[in-house]
C-alpha cells in the first residue's frame, strides 16, 4: 500500500518537552516538507529536505528542527522553544518533474 | 514576498448550486497553480495549471488559470453535501520553486 504515513494522529505536548513527529513515505520521492496549518492561516512551511542529508528551513522554522537520514523518512521535532505548537502539521512529498505534492494524514498536537 | 490570496474565505450553498472560488498570486519565477481539496486530514490533489486559458475539467469541477492577470478560478458545478470541504490554491514558484498556499476557502453545501 504506497503512501505516507504520518503518526501519531494525535499529540499531547506538556510544558517543556521536545516532542517528534513521524513521517514516512513508500512512493521513492526525493522531496519532503513538513507544514503546519492553523486555523484560518492555510499552509505555512516549516522545513523542506530534496535529498538525503539536507534539508532547508522553510518560513516558520523557528522552534522546530528535523533530520533526513534516510529517503524515505522525515520526522519533525517541535522543541520546547516553539511557544505556540498547537497545531494541524501535514508532511508532504514531491516526485521528480513538477509533480504535484502529495500530502499525508496529518498529526493534530496540542498543549497540555 | 510570495503571496497567494483566496475570496471568500468562506461561503455556503444550497444543493445544486454553482460556485466560483478565486485565486489571486504575486510570485516570482511562477511554474505552476495547484487546487487542493480538503475535508478532515489530508489535502487532495485536484489539478495543476500551467498554460493560460486551457480549461481542466474532472467531472463537476473545473479550472482555469490567466497567467496575464495572475489569477485561477475553480468552479463547481450541481454542487453536493459531498463537496463542503476547505478547497486550498497553492504556487510554485519563487527562488526555491517552493509551493506557497493561500489561506483557502472554506465551501459549505447545506442539503
Known amino acids: 500500500d504506497g503512501g505516507i504515513t504520518q503518526s501519531p494522529k494525535y499529540l499531547f505536548r506538556k510544558e517543556g518537552q521536545n516532542v517528534t513527529l513521524s513521517c514516512e513515505q513508500n512512493?521513492?520521492?526525493?522531496?519532503m516538507y513538513w507544514y503546519r496549518q492553523d486555523p484560518g492561516q492555510g499552509l505555512r512551511l516549516i522545513y523542506y529536505s530534496q535529498i538525503v542529508n539536507d534539508f532547508q528551513k522553510g518560513d516558520i522554522a523557528e522552534g522546530y528542527s528535523v533530520s533526513r537520514e534516510k529517503k524515505e523518512s522525515f520526522p519533525l521535532t517541535v522543541t520546547s522553544a516553539q511557544k505556540n505548537p498547537t497545531a494541524f502539521y501535514l508532511c508532504?512529498?514531491?516526485?521528480?518533474?513538477?509533480?504535484?505534492?502529495?500530502f499525508g494524514d496529518g498529526t493534530r498536537l496540542s498543549i497540555l | 514576498e510570495d503571496k497567494v490570496v483566496q475570496s471568500p474565505l468562506s461561503l455556503v450553498v444550497h444543493e445544486g448550486d454553482t460556485v466560483t472560488l478565486n485565486c489571486s498570486y504575486e510570485v516570482t519565477n511562477f511554474r505552476s497553480l495547484l487546487w487542493y481539496k480538503q475535508e478532515k486530514k489530508a489535502p487532495t490533489f485536484l489539478f495543476m495549471l500551467t498554460s493560460s486559458g486551457i480549461e481542466k475539467k474532472s467531472g463537476r469541477l473545473s479550472s482555469i488559470l490567466d497567467k496575464k492577470e495572475l489569477f485561477s478560478i475553480l468552479n463547481i458545478t450541481a454542487t453536493q453535501t459531498g463537496d463542503s470541504a476547505i478547497y486550498l490554491c497553492a504556487v510554485v514558484g519563487g527562488s526555491n520553486y517552493k509551493l506557497t498556499f493561500g489561506k483557502g476557502t472554506l465551501l459549505t453545501v447545506n442539503p
Open positions: 512512493l521513492n520521492h526525493d522531496a
Open positions: 508532504a512529498t514531491e516526485g521528480q518533474g513538477g509533480q504535484p505534492q502529495h
